[in-house]
Structures are given as C-alpha cells and as structure tokens.
C-alpha cells in the first residue's frame, strides 16, 4: 500500500501504552501534518471531573460539563480554560478516570464533532481510540500499533524510573493487562482493528524504525 494523495490522513488506534501518541507525533511533524491526541480530551475531561467531584458513571453530568469547558491544544501545551495541564493529565488517576469515562456513547457523540474539526482538509494524524473507525472511517491511511503487555510494562517502566517513581514491573504488567480486558469487553467503542487497517507490531522495533515504516506506506 502506498498513499499518493495530498494532504494525508492518516489515524494510528492501538492498545494504551503500544507509542500511538510518540509515533503520531513524530510522524505529524516530519509530513507538517496537524495532529490530534484524542486521548489527551478525554483526560481534560476527567480531570475537570474530578475537580467537580463526578464520578465516572454520572454520563449525563460529564456531557454537560464538556458544554461548558474550553479545551484547547497549543503547540506541545494543553489547556483545560486558560489553565496549562500539559502534565497534569498524564497523572495514573486520571488516565484510569479517563479510561472509565470513555466508555460512555453519550460522551463520545458529545466530543465527537471537536475531534472531527482537527480535520480541516490541510493533513492530519490523528491518534486514539475510534479514530481508525467512527471519527475519521475516511482515513487514507489506517495503522493499528499492537505490543505485547510485557513490552509495554517494560518501556512504562523506564519512563517511570526516569522520572524518579518507585514501580514494580509485575504490577505495570497487570495493570496493563487489566486494562486491555476492560477495553476489549466494553460494550461501547471496544478496542478492535478496524477494517483496511495496517497491524504492526513493535515489540522488537525502536521508535524510529516505526516511523519509518509507517513512512514506507507513503510516497
């Protein structure tokens, strides 16, 4: 498969943890492509959530709270109103919240017009759950990045050590492993490769032996 066409849209799914916003981004910027980490939405959702003391499964509360918040993406900053929370929403309590409500199809119909404005015609590479398959079905090109839990324990593991934080990689292993049963299972949006979808599997490829051969599927 080789893509011709300008601009590109490519959109990158794939399990949590397997490099889909590294490789995204990597990608959207040596094609000058715009890019959307639609992970990133949902954290600032649930971390205005949180601060609003909602729990997970109140559905209705969290879309009209997403009727009335500003999420904005500048450059490598993200914005929850005019507050940067670039790093606050990588916390593992958020991304565990986050996880939960996007199980939600009222919230996911809710925010799914934004993601669909990244796309203004001009390129994009657009990472996240769905993106292969109700968000952009169009895509031109469709990559479902897979790792083995192992792998992605391990390379969590060593972003976490970096920073200074005291993990126990069997513990990593298990959570991603949990993580990856609730994604399959849930009812809405599950974890699937999506029709046309190119499965690549990283396992034994570094970051930039990735981009390349996504890169090897465009001309």
């Known amino acids: 498969m080789k893509l011709t066409k300008l601009p590109y849209l490519i959109a990158i799914d794939g399990p949590a943890g397997s490099g889909k916003g590294t490789i995204a981004k990597l990608i959207s910027k040596k094609l000058d492509l715009n890019y959307l980490d639609s992970g990133a939405i949902y954290r600032i959702i649930a971390l205005a959530a949180t601060r609003e003391n909602l729990r997970s499964e109140q559905a209705q509360e969290l879309v009209s ?24 929403i990588r916390a593992s309590e958020i991304s565990q919240y986050s996880s939960e409500i996007a199980a939600h199809l009222a ?8 993601q669909r404005a990244f796309y203004k015609g001009n390129g ?29 324990a ?18 990593l292993t298990s959570e991603i492993e949990a993580r990856d049963k609730r994604d399959i299972e849930r009812k809405v949006s ?30």
Do not use: H, W
């Not at 994009?124 to 192992?150: H, N, W």
């Not at 999506?194 to 490829?205: G, V």
């Open 190 to 219: 599950p974890l699937k490769v999506a029709d046309e979808a190119i499965i690549l599997n990283t396992d034994d490829l570094t970051i930039d032996q990735t981009v390349n051969k996504i890169l090897s599927f465009i001309t």
């Open 107 to 114: 919230l996911r119909a809710e925010i799914l017009s934004f």
């Open 65 to 88: 709270l997403v009727k009335k918040i500003n999420m904005r993406f500048e450059s490598e900053e993200i914005f929850l109103n005019e507050e940067v929370v670039t790093n606050e």
């Open 154 to 171: 391990k390379r969590r593991y060593k972003q976490l050590i970096v920073k200074g934080n005291n993990v126990n990689m069997s513990d």
């Open 124 to 152: 994009l590479v657009a990472e996240g759950r769905d993106m292969t398959t109700i968000v952009f079905p169009e895509a031109d090109l469709k990559i479902y990045l897979d790792a083995s839990p192992q792998e992605r």
